[in-house]
């Protein structure tokens, strides 16, 4: 994949780089520690990754999302867990673009471009992931605020973030259920409480927390959009970029997985030559590639009808399908590969195996993805 102009691609080569550079050598170290890496966010600040697809006008890079999903493989490549910081800050700022008033985009998409402010999204609830009409938090009206009660659960980039793009129901009442939801831009505040972070088998480093609101209030001038109802619509339409950014993730994993393993099968000897020279070995590098190769693809036609404007939920879909089970296969084959050894926390196979799997879980469980893509399959392809 090529970016778009030579500016762009110059930024994908410079986080390259600096992924190799910056990130290879610790990456184990706060993985290890589950340590929140805050000198790598600084950089990341410098480097303009907070902006990233947040317009010029708005003080950002206003890269497309064709350059922006290869940065993400690049870093998602040494170590996925800081594209995760950046991913979900940028749907928030992508959904204030969209969606927001005049007031609500000027107020906020320049600190966002700067990351001086850091946004997390928070949907899932402890009784509702991928059935998120089924949220419990409410937001009802009084004066001039919306007063909040309920709670958020596996809300990353919570504790060291600032605000929270909140999906809350402004009439729990509402038949389709969707109508009644809203989403709030919600800073941190009283009654706003992070309960704490979650243990997590992989993906650490990144604060992933749980959320509690008891009357917790937000001026009404932080309703997105300034119309109640929108919320489900507004989140929908987020997390094709939200998508393709995991389908990246997951195809940068298995890239890296797959760099990792080919040296490792050159580098190890059994039956007295390299293992790669054995079939079975050859067997998994070629699906691997396959897979990295193939979800690469899907990953750059999501992103070209992305940036074209034009509805991409089937395309996103298959792009997070692809790239994150090409990830969740090839650090698995990976780990085959490296044999025993794979096994020893010495060595980086490990945290790619742990980090792949949240890919097929995360911005809709691959099997909700899957559903997605057939019912549009038939729509386009009516009989
Ligand atoms: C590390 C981590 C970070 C996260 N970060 C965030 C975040 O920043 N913000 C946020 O809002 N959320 C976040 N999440 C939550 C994540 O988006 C949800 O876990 C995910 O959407 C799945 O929801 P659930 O866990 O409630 O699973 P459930 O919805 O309970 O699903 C359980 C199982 O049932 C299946 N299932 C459910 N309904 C159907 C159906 N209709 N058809 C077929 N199968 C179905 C699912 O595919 C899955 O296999 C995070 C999760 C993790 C683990």
Not at 64 to 91: E, R
Request: glycine share 10%; hydrophobic share 40%; net charge neutral.
């Amino acid at each position: 994949m090529q970016a778009r102009n030579t500016d762009e691609q110059a930024f994908v080569d410079a986080v390259e780089v600096w992924a190799e550079k910056e990130l290879r050598p610790v990456a184990k170290k706060f993985d290890q520690a589950d340590e929140y890496p805050t000198a790598i966010v600084e950089q990341m600040k410098e480097m303009g990754l907070f902006g990233a697809t947040i317009s010029p006008e708005y003080g950002g890079l206003g890269l497309s999302a064709w350059t922006y999903s290869q940065i993400v493989i690049k870093v998602a490549s040494v170590w996925m867990a800081p594209s995760g910081i950046f991913n979900s800050h940028l749907i928030v700022a992508a959904a204030i673009e969209r969606h927001g008033t005049d007031e609500q985009k000027r107020h906020y998409l320049p600190r966002l471009a700067k990351g001086e402010l850091r946004a997390s999204i928070g949907l899932t609830e402890p009784n509702a992931g991928s059935d998120l009409q089924a949220i419990r938090t409410t937001a009802v009206r009084d004066g001039d605020d919306y007063v909040v009660n309920g709670g958020k659960m596996w809300i990353s980039n919570s504790l060291h973030g600032h605000l929270t793009l909140l999906l809350v129901k402004t009439d729990p009442h509402a038949q389709p259920r969707h109508k009644g939801m809203s989403l709030l831009i919600a800073e941190k505040g009283p009654g706003y409480t992070v309960v704490g972070k979650l243990k997590k088998m992989g993906y650490r480093s990144i604060d992933t927390c749980e959320l509690h609101f008891e009357n917790y209030r937000v001026h009404k001038s932080r309703l997105l959009g300034g119309e109640e109802g929108k919320g489900f619509v507004q989140t929908a339409s987020g997390l094709e970029l939200g998508r393709i950014n995991v389908g990246a993730r997951g195809a940068g994993i298995a890239e890296g997985a797959l760099k990792l393993a080919l040296r490792y099968a050159q580098e190890r000897e059994a039956f007295g030559k390299p293992i790669w020279q054995h079939q079975a070995v050859q067997l998994k590098l070629a699906d691997m590639v396959t897979l990295v190769e193939g979800a690469k693809r899907l990953i750059e036609q999501a992103s070209l009808k992305y940036d074209a404007g034009e509805r991409c939920d089937l395309e996103a879909a298959m792009a997070k399908l692809a790239g994150s089970e090409a990830g969740a296969e090839c650090s698995q084959q990976a780990m085959r590969i490296f044999g025993g050894y794979s096994y020893s926390v010495e060595y980086d196979i490990e945290r790619f195996y742990r980090d792949a799997m949240l890919l097929c879980i995360g911005e809709g469980t691959n099997e909700i993805l899957r559903t997605i893509i057939a019912k549009q399959l038939v729509e386009r392809f009516k009989i």
